[in-house]
């Protein structure tokens, strides 16, 4: 992208393709900083670690798979996080139905782990890419969206002639990075088409589904306690809530990032206790989880105040604390039925969130309650 000028849709496309260029032959052989270049930053540092491998722009690429056996861990290792992201991927679907982009998936050191969208596999240049096991990173293939969010852990726009090599010119890429609940990046998510007019809004596309996908990842991680951040006056409820899980000893297990954000939790550290954290005692937090008392403003020991809803993690129920169903002998169907309301209300309707709390299905949560109703 080219800095401190128009917004690249304010730009006749022919002579955003030029302003491109003319970057390239400052930099590539003219040699000019980033700022003469006017180029974005990363763009620059990027090109330049391809330019110090010893990297040249007219170099043809081959865009080489990993082993198969390399492949074979990477997909078991990558479980959760291609669970998390299968349908927030589908979804990108309509978003993106009349532009010929398609989603692509990777690691954390950009090799494919998934594909989906329009891809057309007649089209070589497509093939190449969207392959599951192919090599993607910024070593491979030089500067592309998947090898610059991993590097610059930012989401980027990426079009055209700004990728390094020219075998790679034919793309436009949007790429967010994907941060699992340990606060450590596990991946990325691209969009990319193929000699396709630019869509910079397809950057804030991917970075708005990086949180959806990383909010499922939290939200598998196992935990007891669930607590839902926001900043007092705000609406809660949403992709940007900050998550918090914590055991059963209240010791944080996972986060997202923006509770690892709100919070200043360290990264690549292990994670505090919850008492750390918020200037309240540990058991009023699960107190509050237990007895269902919505949201609360808490403080924290950093001096700031916090609006924060506490639930338990319903699928991990312990018998001794099962929400009431008219006595303490209740049928087991129940005592089940209630769990999942309890989870349906927790999720304020949403049978998707309540499901995936509760580990089941979204047609067994439907199944169990409407026999549940024609019992009644």
């Given at each position: 992208?080219?800095?401190n000028?128009?917004?690249?849709l304010?730009?006749?496309?022919?002579d955003?393709l030029?302003l491109?260029?003319?970057a390239?032959?400052a930099?590539?052989?003219?040699?000019?900083?980033?700022r003469?270049?006017?180029?974005?930053?990363?763009?620059?540092?990027s090109?330049r670690?391809?330019?110090a491998q010893g990297?040249?722009?007219?170099q043809?690429l081959?865009?080489?798979?990993?082993?198969?056996s390399?492949?074979?861990?990477?997909l078991?290792?990558?479980?959760?996080l291609?669970?998390?992201a299968?349908?927030?991927i589908?979804?990108?679907?309509?978003?993106?139905?009349?532009?010929r982009?398609f989603a692509i998936?990777t690691?954390?050191q950009?090799v494919?782990?998934d594909?989906n969208g329009?891809?057309?596999?007649q089209?070589r240049l497509a093939?190449?890419?969207?392959?599951?096991?192919?090599?993607?990173?910024?070593?491979a293939?030089?500067?592309?969206a998947?090898?610059?969010?991993?590097?610059?852990?930012?989401?980027?726009?990426?079009h055209?002639?700004?990728?390094?090599?020219e075998?790679?010119?034919?793309y436009?890429?949007?790429?967010?990075?994907?941060?699992?609940?340990?606060?450590?990046?596990?991946?990325?998510?691209?969009l990319?088409?193929i000699?396709v007019?630019?869509?910079?809004a397809?950057k804030?596309?991917?970075?708005?589904?990086?949180?959806?996908i990383?909010?499922?990842l939290?939200?598998?991680?196992?935990?007891?306690?669930?607590l839902?951040?926001?900043w007092?006056g705000?609406s809660a409820?949403e992709?940007?809530?900050?998550?918090?899980?914590?055991?059963?000893?209240g010791?944080?297990?996972?986060a997202?990032?923006?509770?690892v954000?709100?919070?200043m939790?360290?990264?690549g550290?292990p994670?505090?206790h919850?008492s750390?954290?918020?200037?309240?005692p540990?058991?009023?937090l699960?107190?509050a989880?237990?007895t269902q008392?919505?949201?609360?403003?808490?403080?924290?020991?950093?001096?700031?105040?916090l609006?924060?809803r506490a639930?338990?993690n319903a699928?991990r129920a312990?018998?001794?604390h099962?929400r009431?169903?008219?006595?303490a002998?209740?049928?087991?169907?129940?005592v089940?039925?209630?769990?999942i309301?309890r989870?349906?209300?927790?999720?304020?309707?949403?049978?998707?969130?309540?499901?995936r709390?509760?580990?089941?299905s979204?047609a067994t949560?439907?199944?169990?309650?409407?026999?549940?109703k024609a019992s009644?």
């Amino acid at each position: 992208m080219i800095s401190n000028e128009q917004p690249a849709l304010s730009i006749a496309p022919n002579d955003r393709l030029a302003l491109i260029e003319s970057a390239r032959r400052a930099v590539f052989h003219d040699g000019a900083a980033a700022r003469s270049a006017r180029v974005e930053p990363w763009i620059d540092r990027s090109w330049r670690r391809c330019l110090a491998q010893g990297f040249r722009p007219q170099q043809r690429l081959s865009f080489d798979p990993v082993s198969s056996s390399a492949m074979e861990r990477v997909l078991e290792a990558n479980q959760p996080l291609l669970r998390a992201a299968a349908p927030v991927i589908r979804s990108l679907a309509r978003a993106m139905a009349d532009t010929r982009y398609f989603a692509i998936l990777t690691d954390a050191q950009g090799v494919v782990i998934d594909v989906n969208g329009p891809i057309d596999h007649q089209n070589r240049l497509a093939h190449l890419i969207a392959r599951v096991g192919v090599d993607l990173s910024e070593s491979a293939v030089g500067t592309t969206a998947i090898g610059a969010t991993l590097a610059e852990l930012q989401p980027v726009w990426l079009h055209r002639g700004e990728h390094f090599f020219e075998d790679t010119s034919a793309y436009s890429c949007a790429g967010a990075p994907l941060f699992g609940p340990d606060g450590q990046c596990v991946g990325m998510l691209d969009l990319t088409g193929i000699n396709v007019p630019e869509r910079p809004a397809l950057k804030h596309l991917v970075s708005q589904s990086a949180l959806s996908i990383e909010n499922a990842l939290t939200l598998a991680q196992p935990h007891r306690v669930l607590l839902r951040l926001n900043w007092p006056g705000r609406s809660a409820g949403e992709d940007s809530d900050g998550l918090v899980c914590l055991d059963a000893d209240g010791h944080i297990s996972g986060a997202n990032r923006a509770a690892v954000a709100m919070l200043m939790l360290p990264a690549g550290a292990p994670w505090p206790h919850c008492s750390d954290v918020f200037a309240v005692p540990p058991g009023s937090l699960f107190d509050a989880a237990r007895t269902q008392r919505g949201s609360s403003e808490l403080p924290l020991w950093s001096g700031l105040r916090l609006e924060v809803r506490a639930s338990l993690n319903a699928g991990r129920a312990t018998p001794e604390h099962p929400r009431p169903v008219g006595s303490a002998s209740a049928p087991l169907k129940d005592v089940e039925t209630a769990w999942i309301r309890r989870a349906v209300e927790e999720a304020r309707g949403n049978v998707t969130e309540a499901a995936r709390a509760l580990g089941i299905s979204r047609a067994t949560v439907y199944r169990k309650l409407t026999r549940k109703k024609a019992s009644d």
